[in-house]
């Protein structure tokens, strides 16, 4: 059974669109996060909550607004969509162990802006 | 912003060779983490290693961590070509923070 599971894995729209991509996991943790990777590589961390409340929100657009039904999803929603929002948007659930918390990551939803 | 940075950010070596991979990073941390990326998937954790820990081991890895230089290097040990990959180095500040990683590639 897959542990961290997004939807869709692939996206094309034409900009200025609204989309959702969808995450749940299964592992029971209550931290969950969703990640940037541009074209380069780089990962780089949007939103953090944990138990559903929002704990790292780093300088991400407005246009970006997660939502945390329960604890086992997050939902990421994108407003007025952007050629640079085109990237790897990469889902990931940890649980905060004595010694640090490891993450568990999604496969991935492929966004591209047209 | 921007904790690990990876370097080489790539790398090309034959099957059995060994594989060395650094990561800096700028602040400090109370852990550093290794993640591997298959093209196309998601991140999978490697290994962990805390600030107080000089080396750890695991399998054909073997990390070290010298907090006194805010360094790490990943060694892989008799590479395979299926571990071709993409190699990231995270650190705990402020939430998981990523460099862009060193892309591996072991040729058969």
């Known amino acids: 059974d897959t542990a961290v599971s997004q939807t869709p894995k692939y996206l094309v729209t034409q900009m200025g669109n609204d989309k959702s991509i969808k995450c749940e996991q299964n592992?029971?943790?209550?931290?969950m996060y969703w990640y940037k990777q541009d074209s380069k590589k780089f990962l780089k961390i949007m939103f953090s909550?944990?138990?559903?409340?929002?704990?790292i929100n780093e300088t991400v657009p407005n246009r970006f607004s997660p939502k945390s039904p329960d604890k086992a999803h997050l939902n990421l929603h994108i407003n007025s969509l952007e050629l640079g929002d085109s990237a790897v948007y990469f889902c990931?659930?940890?649980?905060?162990?004595?010694?640090?918390?490891?993450?568990?990551f999604g496969p991935g939803t492929r966004l591209l802006v047209l | 912003s921007q904790q690990g940075e990876e370097d080489p950010q790539a790398l090309s070596i034959q099957e059995g060779e060994n594989a060395t991979m650094n990561c800096s990073y700028k602040?400090?941390?109370?852990?550093l983490q290794w993640y591997r990326q298959n093209s196309g998937r998601g991140l999978v954790h490697l290994i962990l290693?805390?600030?107080?820990?000089r080396e750890k081991h695991s399998g054909r890895l073997r990390v070290t961590l010298d907090t006194s230089k805010k360094s790490s290097s990943l060694l892989i040990t008799a590479s395979r070509a299926a571990d071709t990959a993409s190699y990231f180095c995270?650190?705990?500040?402020?939430?998981?923070?990523f460099g862009a990683g060193t892309r591996l590639t072991v040729k058969p």
């Open positions: 909550y944990n138990n559903k409340e929002l704990i």
């Open positions: 995270a650190t705990d500040v402020g939430g998981m923070r």
């Open positions: 290693i805390r600030s107080n820990e």
């Open positions: 592992l029971g943790h209550d931290t």
């Open positions: 990931a659930s940890s649980t905060v162990l004595a010694e640090g918390e490891t993450q568990y």
């Open positions: 602040t400090s941390i109370n852990n």
